[in-house]
């Protein structure tokens, strides 16, 4: 293992305190370069010579401007006993590690690094690899008069990366698109999809053929999300079939976020074939599902709704693993017809 392939540059700890070694951060694993957003994702590792008790580790990876790694809501990367850290990291074109001292509070985007002090203990940085024109292979699929992208690695969905696979993301002889959940070996991988273009304000309708009753683990959503803005809350909207792993709880939801309590409106959804739809006008976003052209719920959101910017419309059927009851048995929707209308 060459130095110069495995030693990032660190800077200097604060020295103010009572420190007896100055950390140094070294990078074992880097993930190749890739365009950030939600859908790519690599492994980086690495160790931390010199950190005392109760410190970790704060990665970053710069897609424009830096985000933290692996997710918001699991910021802090843990240092091992043997000095050794690893983690999941969304790509970038470079790469960073910190080492943080307990109750440091990092930020979530940033368009410069933290320097050292102030409870950053040393920096490190390190370009991602070159990757092969393999690496990250393109799926289109075709659908209702659209192009859509399927993802075939793990994404980040509620704090949990979900494992996710082309074939579960099909065309039939109809037309209709099938989103398949399923076993593979000891794993639940699903399916998820996002449009390949931002639409913006309209009416979004989504004609499920015959929706089947979920487990409590399973969950379908369609979402709206900006991977590159995280300033209105990457424009993220959702409408969520599924309990997440609450066996006690309305089965569906409207949700603007931050999902905040004010900003979900939970409701039963009903089996068979539903229509889910939501008109996005400036400072409104009116959510609807109905069941043989009667309404089954509505609701209105007149505060937090996001402006149109780089936002893409994500389909994703997905196995929630935290729940009471575990999933059992695979699953499939069906979705008729995706139809939009400015």
Same mark, same amino acid.
């Given at each position: 293992? +060459? ?38 994702? #690599? ?5 931390? *010579?010199? @950190? ?34 690893? *983690? ?10 910190? !080492? !943080? ?19 950053? *203990?040393? !920096? ?5 690899? +070159?990757?092969?024109? @393999?690496?990250?292979? *393109? ?49 639940? !991988? #699903? ?16 004609? $499920? ?12 959503? $369609? ?28 089965? @569906? ?33 009116? &959510?609807?599902?109905?069941? =043989? ?6 609701? $209105?959101?007149? =505060? ?7 936002? @893409? ?6 196995? &929630? ?9 695979? $699953? ?11």
């Amino acid at each position: 293992m +060459s130095r110069s392939s495995m030693l990032a540059v660190f800077a200097l700890a604060n020295l103010g305190g009572c420190r007896r070694t100055i950390p140094a951060i070294e990078f074992t694993e880097v993930p190749v370069v890739g365009q950030g957003g939600a859908a790519n994702t #690599g492994r980086i590792s690495g160790r931390v *010579a010199g @950190a005392k008790g109760g410190e970790r580790v704060v990665l970053y990876a710069r897609a424009g401007t830096w985000w933290i790694q692996p997710f918001a809501s699991k910021p802090f990367t843990a240092i091992q006993k043997d000095s050794t850290w690893s *983690a999941i990291t969304h790509l970038g074109t470079e790469y960073a590690a910190l !080492v !943080v001292e307990p109750g440091y509070a990092p930020l979530k985007v940033a368009d410069v690094l933290p320097m050292t002090g102030g409870g950053v *203990a040393a !920096v490190a940085t390190v370009p991602g690899k +070159s990757a092969p024109a @393999a690496t990250l292979p *393109a799926v289109p699929l075709h659908f209702s008069g659209y192009d859509w992208d399927v993802y075939q690695v793990p994404r980040d969905l509620f704090g949990l990366m979900h494992a996710n696979s082309a074939s579960n993301a099909t065309i039939d002889s109809h037309g209709f698109l099938r989103l398949r959940l399923c076993r593979e070996g000891s794993e639940w !991988v #699903g399916a998820d999809m996002k449009l390949d273009r931002s639409l913006g304000y309209g009416s979004y309708f989504f004609a $499920v053929r015959d929706m089947p009753r979920f487990e409590p683990d399973t969950v379908f959503g $369609v979402t709206t999300y900006d991977p590159l803005d995280a300033g209105q809350n990457h424009r993220e909207v959702d409408i969520n079939i599924g309990q997440f792993g609450n066996p006690r709880a309305k089965n @569906a939801q409207f949700v603007i976020h931050p999902a905040v309590p004010a900003n979900i409106y939970r409701f039963d959804s009903p089996p068979g074939r539903v229509i889910f739809s939501f008109r996005w006008e400036p400072g409104r976003m009116t &959510f609807r599902t109905e069941q =043989s052209g009667r309404a089954v719920a509505e609701h $209105v959101f007149t =505060s937090g709704v996001p402006s149109p910017g780089g936002e @893409a419309i994500h389909l994703n059927l997905y196995a &929630f693993g935290k729940s009471q009851i575990p999933q059992q048995n695979d $699953v499939e929707v069906v979705i008729e017809k995706f139809t939009y209308l400015p």
